[in-house]
């Protein structure tokens, strides 16, 4: 019985596959979400019905990505591919959720706190002037916003406290002589304990240490207005666009120097967003003037595909959902008797062999 069990687990272990993730790219001049299976880098399925959609957030179960736009925040069920709720926030730019997947934080203004359950504002938080990107730290405790130029004064991240829904630190960044470095894009690390910006302005990376909530460097990318930002899953490289000038930067952490200089060849302008898979294999980056997206190999920094989307792609904010849990492929019951009933015979054809011989 136990070679019948092993040959139904085998069968069963066939039939199970690994479902690669989705990336979901936000189209704002189309107002539709593009879904790219990452693993044939394909589109295979557009969602209509967000309107200036902008930033993006998938959640960490797979089922539910949040999408930042001119009307609020639109809910998007993942197995339906289709808009389930929206949030009536007015315009709104970035889109966070944390890891419970308990509550979405969006940029409009004010920083506003929904329950992912009731899709509701639970209530908002006032942060710096111009507030634009949001991150949520690993363990949900924490959530940073980043502001930009504010009437000349200097730019900074708020730090809120999620439990209280209250700002507890406010740390100072980059300025110009125009006023702040006007950062956009920020992400945090897996262990909580940096947080990295990108700075449109000043085109550089501020790296924060979450600890003293201070700024301990701040890393020229050698490009011109930075904008989108995303770290790979060990922590190890920070990637962020350079909208004006084509390229992406690639900072090592140890020693927060830019390390590599991705250069799109061709007819590349406006590159926005950008995410890291699950893996740290790929990295997917959003160009909103040739309505594409590029698919860089992080091993070799190369671009290895190019996948057309929608009209206008930004996609700011982790737009890579978690890779599928394995999922079984029914097997048909006839099937898998018949690989009993083999096993089985086997079984008994041995016994028989193996008999002992009469004298």
């Known amino acids: 019985m136990h070679s019948s069990a092993l040959v139904v687990a085998m069968f069963l272990s066939a039939a199970a596959a690994q479902a690669a993730p989705f990336a979901y790219i936000t189209n704002s001049r189309d107002g539709t979400v593009s879904v790219i299976d990452t693993a044939s880098n394909k589109v295979v399925a557009t969602v209509a019905g967000t309107p200036g959609a902008l930033g993006v ?181 920070v990637y962020v666009t350079n909208e004006d000038s084509s390229t992406i930067s690639v900072m090592d952490t140890s020693s927060n120097t830019v390390v590599a200089t991705i250069a799109l060849v061709g007819n590349y302008n406006n590159l926005l967003g950008l995410s890291v898979t699950p893996d740290g294999t790929r990295l997917y980056v959003a160009n909103a003037n040739p309505n594409t997206v590029s698919v860089v190999d992080t091993s070799s920094n190369t671009v290895i595909g190019t996948v057309t989307v929608g009209a206008g792609p930004v996609a700011f904010g982790q737009f890579i959902g978690p890779a599928l849990a394995p999922s079984l492929t029914p097997v048909p019951s006839t099937f898998v008797l018949a690989g009993i009933g083999m096993t089985l015979a086997g079984l008994y054809w041995l016994r028989y062999r193996n008999r002992p011989k009469k004298a």
């Open 57 to 237: 957030a998938a959640s960490g179960s797979g089922t539910r990505v949040y999408v930042s736009g001119s009307g609020g925040l639109y809910v998007i069920d993942t197995s339906s591919n289709t808009v389930v709720a929206t949030v009536p926030l007015g315009g709104t730019s970035g889109v966070a959720v944390n890891p419970a997947g308990t509550r979405v934080y969006a940029v409009n203004g004010p920083l506003s706190v929904i329950d992912a359950s009731s899709n509701t504002v639970l209530t908002t938080v006032e942060v710096g002037i111009n507030a634009y990107g949001v991150a949520v730290s690993p363990d949900g405790k924490r959530v940073y916003v980043t502001t930009q130029l504010g009437g000349g004064t200097q730019a900074t991240v708020s730090v809120i406290d999620a439990a209280s829904n209250s700002v507890v630190a406010t740390v100072n960044i980059g300025t110009t002589s125009l006023g702040g470095s006007m950062p956009y894009g920020v992400t945090v690390n897996a262990s909580g304990t940096r947080v990295y910006v990108a700075e449109y302005a000043t085109h550089d990376i501020t790296v924060i240490d979450t600890s003293s909530n201070t700024s301990i460097a701040s890393v020229q990318t050698g490009g011109e207005t930075t904008y989108g930002i995303a770290i790979n899953p060990n922590g190890t490289r």
